[in-house]
Nanobody, 127 residues
Framework: QVQLVESGGGLVQAGGSLRLSCAMS????????LGWFRQAPGKEREFVAT????????SYADSVRGRFTISRDDMKNTVYLQMNSLKPEDTAVYYC????????????????????WGQGTQVTVSS
């Protein structure tokens, strides 16, 4: 059974930083493309960042590029999202996601590109 457990959310002032973590089990982590998404109240879930395995590199949404960094630790089966220079518009529930290693190796920036999801962690940025 695949499990994804996020942590690290909270309340922070604008301009501050947070680091989200997502620990995974039940899948071949070092062969999984990983992603972060977020959903603000009344809005659809949106792509934030992705890290492709096999050194495939990272991609970011325009709204977070230069402020957020996705990284992975294959020894700990954990993916991180370092968020700096936070803005009130970054307020949302953040979800980590994993794409099954059995799927074709490709860019993954849509929700349907992923097979497994965490429960979400709230990030609130005050102005």
């Amino acid at each position: 059974q695949v499990q994804l457990v996020e942590s690290g959310g909270g309340l922070v002032q604008a301009g501050g930083s947070l680091r989200l973590s997502c620990a995974m089990s039940g899948l071949t982590f070092n062969r999984a493309t990983l992603g972060w998404f977020r959903q603000a109240p009344g809005k659809e879930r949106e792509f934030v960042a992705t890290d492709r395995w096999l050194g495939g590199g990272t991609s970011y949404a325009d709204s977070v590029r230069g402020r957020f960094t996705i990284s992975r630790d294959d020894m700990k089966n954990t993916v991180y999202l370092q968020m700096n220079s936070l803005k009130p518009e970054d307020t949302a529930v953040y979800y980590c996601a994993a794409r099954s290693p059995s799927r074709i190796y490709s860019i993954a920036t849509m929700s349907h590109d992923y097979d497994y999801w965490g429960q979400g962690t709230q990030v609130t940025v005050s102005s």
